[in-house]
């Protein structure tokens, strides 16, 4: 199973709402990595957990919380969004997060559309 | 700091063969990954090179110049539905082992 799971699928939301995205792997890895998409625009690392611990937060705003509940989960909890938000939210795993050769398996992402 | 570059668009025609070139400048470099993504879908792992030199995988080739921080992707034998964005990553161990994509080359493959 190379399967990265995410729901939902599309989410719209109000600035003043909060949201949860949610990501799911059963391979075993430990590695997990969230990104953020814009339309023609490569991912953008958000953050990295390694071994349910938050190793790498790319300087990303509060209004976006990152949890790791256990090693096969990933939410994105989000809370008083803006409308430049609005993105594709990928996540992705890998084995380990430190080993060279480390592909990174994506899920089918979150398009998010902040109103 | 880091910088990859890539063609923003590139054409050619089915049956052919396309060369997509990356240039990359890293400090810590530890691999490089080729993606391919299809538009409003994620990414999916095409190849990786860490040694000089060519791989091959069926239709698809990367190669690696680590002196001249320089990768191409070789597609043979286009299809139509090898039409997407084609990524550069690069894996940097300074500052913790991070992935850092190219802006995508988008390949239109035409009849």
């Known amino acids: 199973d190379t399967e990265v799971t995410q729901t939902p699928k599309h989410l719209v939301m109000g600035m003043t709402n909060k949201k949860s995205l949610k990501c799911e792997q059963h391979m075993g890895h430990r590695a997990m990595y969230w990104y953020k998409q814009k339309a023609k625009k490569p991912p953008e690392l958000m953050f990295v957990?390694?071994?349910?611990?938050?190793?790498i937060n790319e300087s990303v705003p509060s209004r976006f919380s990152p949890e790791c509940p256990n090693s096969s989960l990933l939410n994105l909890h989000l809370h008083a969004l803006q409308p430049e938000d609005s993105a594709l939210y990928l996540c992705a795993s890998s084995q380990e997060g430190r080993a060279a050769q480390e592909t990174q398996y994506f899920g089918p992402g979150t398009r998010l559309l902040v109103l | 700091g880091q910088n990859i570059d890539q063609p923003t668009e590139m054409t050619a025609t089915e049956g052919a063969i396309v060369q997509i070139n990356c240039t990359y400048q890293?400090?810590?470099?530890?691999?490089l990954f080729w993606y391919q993504q299809h538009a409003g879908e994620a990414p999916t792992f095409l190849s990786y090179?860490?040694?000089?030199g060519l791989e091959e995988k069926g239709r698809f080739s990367s190669f690696l110049s680590r002196s001249k921080g320089y990768s191409y992707l070789l597609l043979k034998e286009l299809q139509m539905k090898d039409s997407a964005s084609y990524l550069c990553a690069v894996r940097d161990r300074t500052g913790g082992f991070k992935t850092i994509f190219g802006a995508g080359t988008r390949l239109f493959v035409k009849a």
């Open positions: 890293t400090s810590g470099f530890n691999g």
């Open positions: 957990y390694s071994y349910e611990k938050l190793s």
């Open positions: 090179n860490v040694l000089d």
